[in-house]
């Protein structure tokens, strides 16, 4: 699919996801950010901001097997509610 970009992000709207999601949007267990709650993160929020700064559709899957894993860790300051 064409990948949306827009200044005002200055990203891609999938760039801009994965880093807000690694920022802790995503969900997390205790200080840890596992890897199926970035992967549901990812698939609803991309084509939430592709609709709201007027993109075309964009809708990432990904395919995961097996149990749940850590894939970052926050820092403490970090942690604060969204």
């Known amino acids: 699919q064409?990948?949306?970009?827009?200044e005002v992000l200055k990203h891609g709207v999938f760039t801009y996801t994965l880093l807000e999601a690694l920022d802790g949007k995503a969900g997390r267990i205790d200080n840890r950010i596992m890897v199926g709650?970035?992967?549901?993160y990812m698939e609803l929020r991309v084509p939430e901001l592709a609709e709201e700064y007027g993109g075309q559709a964009q809708y990432p899957t990904g395919?995961?097997?097996?149990?749940?894993?850590?894939?970052?860790?926050l820092e403490d300051e970090r942690l604060q509610p969204h």
């Not at 709650?37 to 549901?40: D, E, G, H, N």
């Not at 395919?63 to 860790?73: A, E, K, L, M, R």
């Open 37 to 40: 709650a970035l992967k549901s």
């Open 63 to 73: 395919y995961t097997q097996g149990n749940d894993f850590p894939i970052g860790v």
């Open 2 to 6: 064409y990948a949306s970009e827009f």
